[in-house]
C-alpha cells in the first residue's frame, strides 16, 4: 500500500498533508513508510492498526491516549458529539483534529513495534 493510501485510511487528505503537520519531507515519510513496510513483513499495519483504534472509541485506553495528547499539544480540546469520532471526527478545531490523528497513527504504530 502506497504512503498517501495509508494517509488517507488514517483520515487525512492525502501525504501532503501529513508532510504539513508532521514538518516532516514528502520524501522522509515515504522513506519511513518503506522502512515500516520491510519491518513489518512486506506489508504496512497501519490501517488494520487504524480499524482497532475505532474499535478502541470510548475505552479507558482511548481516554488514557486523549489525555495524553491533551497534555502534549496546546489548543482548544472543544470535542465533537461522540457520534462523529468513528468518522474521525475528534475535536472541533480541524488542524487540532488532524494533528491527533497523525498523534494516533503514532500510538498505533508504537504499538506494533
Avoid at 501532503?16 to 515519510?29: A, D, F, I, Y
Wanted: proline share 2%.
Amino acid at each position: 500500500m502506497k504512503p498517501s493510501e495509508e494517509c488517507k485510511i488514517a483520515g487525512l487528505d492525502s501525504l501532503n498533508e501529513l508532510t504539513v503537520l508532521s514538518g516532516k519531507s514528502r520524501q522522509t515519510l515515504t522513506n519511513w513508510h518503506y522502512c515500516l513496510t520491510v519491518f513489518l513483513g512486506g506489508r504496512s499495519k497501519v490501517s488494520k492498526k487504524m480499524n482497532k483504534e475505532i474499535k478502541m472509541l470510548g475505552t479507558k485506553e482511548h481516554y488514557e491516549v486523549m489525555a495524553e495528547f491533551e497534555k502534549s499539544f496546546r489548543g482548544r480540546f472543544d470535542k465533537e458529539p461522540k457520534e462523529l469520532w468513528k468518522k474521525g471526527r475528534v475535536y472541533q478545531d480541524g488542524g487540532l483534529n488532524n494533528l491527533y490523528k497523525v498523534f494516533l497513527l503514532g500510538y498505533s504504530l508504537g504499538k506494533v513495534a
